[in-house]
Protein backbone atom coordinates (compact mmCIF):
# COMPACT_ATOMS: atom_id res chain seq x y z
CA UNK A 1 0.00 0.00 0.00
CA UNK A 2 1.51 3.28 -1.04
CA UNK A 3 1.67 6.87 0.96
CA UNK A 4 -0.97 9.23 0.07
CA UNK A 5 0.23 12.09 -2.18
CA UNK A 6 0.60 15.36 -0.46
CA UNK A 7 2.33 18.03 -1.35
CA UNK A 8 6.01 18.44 -0.09
CA UNK A 9 5.71 21.82 1.49
CA UNK A 10 3.36 24.95 1.14
CA UNK A 11 3.30 28.68 2.65
CA UNK A 12 1.28 31.48 3.09
CA UNK A 13 1.41 35.10 5.00
CA UNK A 14 -0.65 35.54 8.06
CA UNK A 15 -3.86 36.20 7.66
CA UNK A 16 -4.16 34.04 4.31
CA UNK A 17 -5.32 30.91 3.81
CA UNK A 18 -3.27 27.46 2.71
CA UNK A 19 -5.13 23.89 1.43
CA UNK A 20 -3.45 20.75 1.60
CA UNK A 21 -4.14 18.40 -0.95
CA UNK A 22 -4.36 14.74 -0.03
CA UNK A 23 -4.53 11.87 -2.77
CA UNK A 24 -5.08 8.84 -2.88
CA UNK A 25 -7.22 5.91 -4.72
CA UNK A 26 -10.89 4.33 -4.62
CA UNK A 27 -9.45 1.72 -1.92
CA UNK A 28 -8.89 4.70 0.58
CA UNK A 29 -9.83 8.24 0.32
CA UNK A 30 -12.28 7.48 -2.43
CA UNK A 31 -13.43 4.56 -0.21
CA UNK A 32 -14.22 5.93 2.66
CA UNK A 33 -15.06 8.76 4.79
CA UNK A 34 -12.18 8.05 7.01
CA UNK A 35 -9.65 10.81 6.53
CA UNK A 36 -7.88 12.37 9.50
CA UNK A 37 -5.61 15.09 9.50
CA UNK A 38 -2.69 15.49 12.38
CA UNK A 39 -0.21 18.77 12.49
CA UNK A 40 3.17 17.76 14.25
CA UNK A 41 5.58 20.63 15.38
CA UNK A 42 9.34 19.59 16.10
CA UNK A 43 9.68 17.07 18.16
CA UNK A 44 6.38 16.66 19.19
CA UNK A 45 3.64 14.10 19.22
CA UNK A 46 0.90 14.51 16.19
CA UNK A 47 -2.08 16.35 16.89
CA UNK A 48 -5.66 15.04 15.70
CA UNK A 49 -7.10 18.30 13.51
CA UNK A 50 -9.73 17.10 11.57
CA UNK A 51 -11.53 13.87 11.73
CA UNK A 52 -14.04 11.91 9.40
CA UNK A 53 -13.34 14.26 6.28
CA UNK A 54 -14.44 17.34 8.09
CA UNK A 55 -15.61 17.22 11.24
CA UNK A 56 -12.97 19.38 14.19
CA UNK A 57 -12.36 17.77 17.36
CA UNK A 58 -12.93 20.01 20.98
CA UNK A 59 -10.43 22.86 20.96
CA UNK A 60 -9.65 22.86 17.38
CA UNK A 61 -9.50 26.64 16.00
CA UNK A 62 -12.43 26.80 13.08
CA UNK A 63 -9.89 28.21 11.35
CA UNK A 64 -9.00 24.24 10.09
CA UNK A 65 -11.18 22.84 7.35
CA UNK A 66 -11.62 19.39 6.05
CA UNK A 67 -13.05 17.99 2.58
CA UNK A 68 -13.11 15.51 0.02
CA UNK A 69 -14.04 15.07 -3.39
CA UNK A 70 -13.66 11.78 -5.11
CA UNK A 71 -9.94 10.55 -4.56
CA UNK A 72 -8.75 13.78 -3.01
CA UNK A 73 -9.03 15.11 0.14
CA UNK A 74 -7.92 17.86 1.74
CA UNK A 75 -7.28 20.41 4.79
CA UNK A 76 -7.52 24.40 4.74
CA UNK A 77 -5.93 26.19 7.34
CA UNK A 78 -7.90 30.07 6.98
CA UNK A 79 -6.41 33.36 8.86
CA UNK A 80 -3.20 31.83 9.00
CA UNK A 81 -1.20 32.25 12.23
CA UNK A 82 2.46 31.65 12.88
CA UNK A 83 1.61 28.58 15.29
CA UNK A 84 0.42 27.24 12.64
CA UNK A 85 3.90 26.61 11.43
CA UNK A 86 4.23 22.92 11.11
CA UNK A 87 4.04 19.83 9.45
CA UNK A 88 0.90 17.75 8.48
CA UNK A 89 -0.28 14.46 7.71
CA UNK A 90 -3.31 13.02 6.24
CA UNK A 91 -4.77 9.37 6.97
CA UNK A 92 -7.11 7.22 5.59
CA UNK A 93 -8.99 4.20 6.37
CA UNK A 94 -7.69 1.75 3.84
CA UNK A 95 -9.79 -1.26 4.41
CA UNK A 96 -9.85 -4.73 6.40
CA UNK A 97 -6.18 -5.66 5.20
CA UNK A 98 -4.37 -2.71 4.81
CA UNK A 99 -6.23 -1.54 7.40
CA UNK A 100 -4.51 2.63 7.06
CA UNK A 101 -2.43 4.52 5.09
CA UNK A 102 -0.69 7.87 6.29
CA UNK A 103 0.28 10.57 3.40
CA UNK A 104 3.62 11.81 2.41
CA UNK A 105 3.82 15.19 4.98
CA UNK A 106 3.38 18.60 4.24
CA UNK A 107 5.53 21.31 5.80
CA UNK A 108 3.77 24.57 6.26
CA UNK A 109 5.18 27.92 6.58
CA UNK A 110 3.93 31.30 7.63
CA UNK A 111 6.03 33.85 5.62
CA UNK B 1 -4.87 13.84 32.38
CA UNK B 2 -5.35 11.66 29.59
CA UNK B 3 -2.22 10.31 28.98
CA UNK B 4 0.09 7.23 27.18
CA UNK B 5 3.34 6.82 27.73
CA UNK B 6 5.47 4.85 25.83
CA UNK B 7 8.65 2.90 27.32
CA UNK B 8 11.22 -0.20 26.13
CA UNK B 9 12.67 1.93 23.49
CA UNK B 10 16.77 1.61 23.21
CA UNK B 11 19.64 0.37 20.99
CA UNK B 12 19.24 -3.24 19.43
CA UNK B 13 21.64 -5.47 17.28
CA UNK B 14 20.19 -6.42 13.83
CA UNK B 15 17.97 -9.68 14.02
CA UNK B 16 17.49 -9.51 17.80
CA UNK B 17 14.28 -8.55 19.73
CA UNK B 18 13.05 -5.41 22.09
CA UNK B 19 9.44 -5.52 23.57
CA UNK B 20 8.10 -2.16 23.75
CA UNK B 21 5.00 -1.18 26.27
CA UNK B 22 2.23 1.74 26.14
CA UNK B 23 0.80 2.98 29.52
CA UNK B 24 -2.79 4.48 29.72
CA UNK B 25 -4.10 6.47 32.20
CA UNK B 26 -7.25 9.12 32.49
CA UNK B 27 -9.44 7.72 30.42
CA UNK B 28 -11.31 4.24 29.59
CA UNK B 29 -8.77 2.22 27.67
CA UNK B 30 -11.22 -0.10 27.11
CA UNK B 31 -13.46 1.83 25.23
CA UNK B 32 -10.61 2.57 23.13
CA UNK B 33 -8.59 0.36 20.13
CA UNK B 34 -4.85 1.32 20.08
CA UNK B 35 -2.20 1.03 17.51
CA UNK B 36 1.67 1.41 16.70
CA UNK B 37 2.39 3.98 14.93
CA UNK B 38 6.04 5.32 14.14
CA UNK B 39 8.39 7.70 12.17
CA UNK B 40 11.78 6.85 10.83
CA UNK B 41 13.99 10.36 11.60
CA UNK B 42 12.89 12.76 9.43
CA UNK B 43 10.69 10.95 7.52
CA UNK B 44 6.78 10.34 7.26
CA UNK B 45 4.14 8.28 9.90
CA UNK B 46 3.85 4.93 9.25
CA UNK B 47 0.79 3.01 10.84
CA UNK B 48 2.58 0.13 12.16
CA UNK B 49 -0.21 -2.48 13.92
CA UNK B 50 -3.71 -2.28 15.58
CA UNK B 51 -5.74 -4.41 17.82
CA UNK B 52 -9.07 -3.63 19.37
CA UNK B 53 -10.57 -3.25 22.42
CA UNK B 54 -11.25 -6.81 23.21
CA UNK B 55 -7.75 -8.11 21.36
CA UNK B 56 -10.50 -9.91 18.96
CA UNK B 57 -9.13 -8.09 15.97
CA UNK B 58 -5.34 -7.34 15.43
CA UNK B 59 -3.94 -6.25 12.27
CA UNK B 60 0.06 -5.12 10.79
CA UNK B 61 1.44 -3.23 7.68
CA UNK B 62 3.07 -5.44 5.48
CA UNK B 63 6.44 -4.37 6.81
CA UNK B 64 6.57 -5.94 9.82
CA UNK B 65 3.44 -8.96 9.25
CA UNK B 66 5.23 -11.85 10.86
CA UNK B 67 8.11 -9.90 12.97
CA UNK B 68 5.88 -7.94 15.05
CA UNK B 69 3.28 -8.93 17.65
CA UNK B 70 0.44 -6.52 19.36
CA UNK B 71 -1.00 -7.24 22.53
CA UNK B 72 -2.58 -5.30 25.34
CA UNK B 73 -3.52 -5.76 28.73
CA UNK B 74 -6.81 -4.01 29.75
CA UNK B 75 -6.65 -4.79 33.54
CA UNK B 76 -3.29 -2.73 33.53
CA UNK B 77 -4.65 -0.54 30.97
CA UNK B 78 -1.31 -1.05 28.95
CA UNK B 79 -0.19 -1.82 25.19
CA UNK B 80 2.32 -3.95 24.08
CA UNK B 81 4.42 -4.71 20.45
CA UNK B 82 7.08 -7.46 20.82
CA UNK B 83 9.63 -7.01 17.75
CA UNK B 84 11.24 -9.43 16.61
CA UNK B 85 14.10 -10.18 13.55
CA UNK B 86 14.83 -6.77 13.66
CA UNK B 87 16.36 -4.48 10.43
CA UNK B 88 18.21 -1.18 10.35
CA UNK B 89 14.83 -0.37 8.98
CA UNK B 90 12.58 -0.44 11.85
CA UNK B 91 14.82 2.32 13.38
CA UNK B 92 12.07 4.72 14.02
CA UNK B 93 10.26 6.64 16.88
CA UNK B 94 7.23 4.39 18.22
CA UNK B 95 4.09 6.38 19.28
CA UNK B 96 1.42 4.90 20.29
CA UNK B 97 -1.89 6.03 20.02
CA UNK B 98 -5.79 5.27 20.75
CA UNK B 99 -8.73 4.98 18.44
CA UNK B 100 -12.02 5.67 20.56
CA UNK B 101 -14.08 2.47 18.89
CA UNK B 102 -15.38 -0.99 19.42
CA UNK B 103 -13.80 -2.06 16.44
CA UNK B 104 -10.52 0.22 14.40
CA UNK B 105 -11.43 3.00 15.07
CA UNK B 106 -11.26 5.85 12.13
CA UNK B 107 -8.73 8.36 13.94
CA UNK B 108 -5.91 9.03 16.51
CA UNK B 109 -6.47 10.32 19.57
CA UNK B 110 -4.78 10.48 21.97
CA UNK B 111 -1.15 9.89 21.09
CA UNK B 112 1.98 9.54 23.43
CA UNK B 113 5.39 11.29 22.98
CA UNK B 114 7.23 8.30 21.49
CA UNK B 115 9.82 5.91 22.19
CA UNK B 116 13.20 5.71 19.74
CA UNK B 117 14.13 2.10 18.35
CA UNK B 118 17.59 2.47 16.97
CA UNK B 119 18.32 -0.68 15.14
CA UNK B 120 22.25 -0.92 14.50
CA UNK B 121 25.46 -3.11 14.80
Known amino acids: QSALTQPRSVSGSPGQSVTISCTGT?????????VSWYQQHPGKAPKLMIY???KRPSGVPDRFSGSKSGNTASLTISGLQAEDEADYYC???????????FGTGTKVTVL | EVQLVESGGGLVQPGRSLRLSCAAS????????MHWVRQAPGKGLEWVSG????????GYADSVKGRFTISRDNAKNSLYLQMNSLRAEDTALYYC??????????????WGQGTLVTVSS
Open chain 2, 97 to 110: AGAYSSSWGNWFDP
Open chain 2, 26 to 33: GFTFDDYA
Open chain 2, 51 to 58: ISWNSGSI
Open chain 1, 26 to 34: SSDVGGYNY
Open chain 1, 52 to 54: DVS
Open chain 1, 91 to 101: CSYAGSYTLYV
